[in-house]
């Protein structure tokens, strides 16, 4: 919706513009600072001349104490540099002079912050701000006084509870909802971090927080008629017989999830290459890149269609639907133009009430005369509910 509000009208980016380089803590901002990073990859200069109008650079610069907004508006700013932009150059000068500054904050020892405080969302993030050898002593102290600001009078495991207590009334699914207690420390580290972190350092500090997916996501212009044949065969349970296609289009992947029975399932589709005398599909990979990073193949020494998301929580969408492979470009001699990356909500088969969030389908499709594989090559596609086998397809129509 926020991306939309901004497609639409500048009174919105009036508005939000301000806000995502500002160092309010709830998810407001970063939902605002995420909305303009899709915007800015999908058309940078313009962008760029739209958010330029309600910001003062120099003003950011000093007062955005925050890693990742502070290393988002750099992006921004880049990007519409490289198209020539002269008001993004002098922007990213600016920006790109922060200088880093040591702090070692003090708090109460009952305000460690400890392990068990560290959001499962957030495990692989600490990790891998620990590989960058920025999460020192000095830094940890630092987040839990961030913490403590945020949490008021109340304990950090008070507000823990408290939270998850608020989702629970709520009915908020920590699978496809980010949880609020990892909101509070995500913004704790990031305005922990910023001080000392130099401006490569932000960089990776940005990336290994970030909440969005920051692809700009591409609707079906019908994406109920796409997966109509889908429903119906998991409905009825015929999965034996679905053909993984829809009009011109055949399915290379699919993700998502759907209501069956008053439940939501997990529905994936793979498919897989055979060789001349292959009988058994190769094991693949079934998850390369993150929800929160740009799609990337895998490594050439592997056969494999596609490359797909790992399961993750993102902003815009957790199903980045999955990419096709270099090597099964070169295999079917097919321009790029021939494939079809879509992903939508859909609510075609809920029945129960429920946030239509979770009903995320992603997928990756081609068009039917580009699938021309070599002579002995062949496919096949595997069809499953919440990770269980349904059925093995060997044609699509």
């Known amino acids: 919706m926020v991306l939309w509000l901004l497609r639409s009208d500048d009174a919105w980016m009036e508005r939000l513009v301000p806000l995502a380089f500002s160092m309010e803590s709830g998810n407001r901002a970063d939902i605002a600072?995420?909305?303009?990073?899709?915007?800015?990859?999908?058309?940078?200069?313009?962008?760029?001349?739209?958010?330029?109008?309600?910001?003062?650079?120099?003003?950011?610069?000093?007062?955005?104490?925050?890693?990742?907004?502070?290393?988002?508006?750099?992006?921004?700013?880049?990007?519409a540099n490289s198209k020539g932009v002269a008001s993004a150059a002098d922007a990213a000068t600016i920006l790109r002079a922060k200088a880093s500054t040591g702090s070692s904050p003090s708090v109460r020892p009952e305000e460690t912050l400890h392990a068990s405080h560290v959001h499962s969302s957030l495990a692989a993030a600490w990790r891998e701000l620990q590989s960058f050898g920025v999460l020192d002593e000095a830094t940890r102290i630092g987040v839990a006084s961030v913490l403590r600001e945020l949490c008021?009078?109340?304990?950090?495991?008070?507000?823990?509870?408290?939270?998850?207590?608020?989702?629970?009334?709520?009915?908020?699914?920590?699978?496809?909802?980010?949880?609020?207690?990892?909101?509070?420390?995500?913004?704790?580290?990031?305005?922990?971090?910023?001080?000392?972190?130099?401006?490569?350092?932000?960089?990776?500090?940005?990336?290994?927080?970030?909440?969005?997916?920051?692809?700009?996501?591409?609707?079906?212009?019908?994406?109920?008629?796409?997966?109509?044949?889908?429903?119906?065969?998991?409905?009825?349970?015929?999965?034996?017989r679905f053909l993984p296609s829809s009009g011109d289009l055949v399915f290379l992947d699919v993700q998502g999830y759907l209501e069956h029975r008053r439940q939501v399932v997990r529905v994936d589709i793979t498919s897989h290459l055979l060789s001349p005398g292959q009988r058994d599909p190769h094991p693949i990979e079934l998850g390369t890149f993150r929800p929160t990073e740009l799609p990337r193949p895998v490594p050439r020494d592997q056969v494999a269609v596609c490359s797909r998301v790992k399961p993750g929580l993102a902003h815009f969408g957790s199903l980045t639907p999955s990419i096709a492979n270099p090597q099964f470009h070169e295999l079917l001699h097919a321009p790029a133009s021939a494939m079809v990356r879509y992903h939508w909500r859909d609510g075609s088969t809920v029945r129960t009430p429920g946030t239509s969030r979770i009903h995320e389908l992603s997928i990756l499709a081609i068009q039917r005369e580009a699938l021309a594989l070599p002579p002995g090559w062949r496919m096949l596609w595997i069809l499953r509910v919440d990770g269980k086998v349904q059925a093995v397809l060997n044609k699509a129509h």
Do not use: M
């Not at 200069?45 to 330029?52: D, F, G, M, S, T």
């Not at 932000?202 to 609707?219: D, F, Q, T």
């Open 152 to 240: 008021g009078q109340h304990s950090f495991d008070d507000v823990q509870q408290l939270e998850s207590l608020a989702a629970a009334r709520y009915k908020a699914n920590a699978n496809f909802i980010p949880d609020r207690w990892a909101a509070r420390l995500r913004f704790a580290l990031n305005v922990a971090l910023f001080g000392p972190a130099s401006i490569e350092q932000l960089i990776k500090i940005e990336a290994a927080l970030r909440i969005h997916n920051p692809e700009p996501l591409v609707e079906p212009p019908d994406g109920r008629r796409l997966i109509s044949g889908l429903i119906e065969a998991i409905g009825s349970g015929n999965a034996a």
């Open 33 to 79: 600072t995420a909305s303009l990073d899709v915007l800015s990859r999908e058309n940078p200069a313009a962008l760029w001349e739209r958010v330029v109008r309600f910001i003062d650079v120099s003003e950011v610069a000093q007062a955005c104490a925050h890693a990742s907004r502070y290393a988002t508006l750099l992006r921004i700013a880049d990007r």
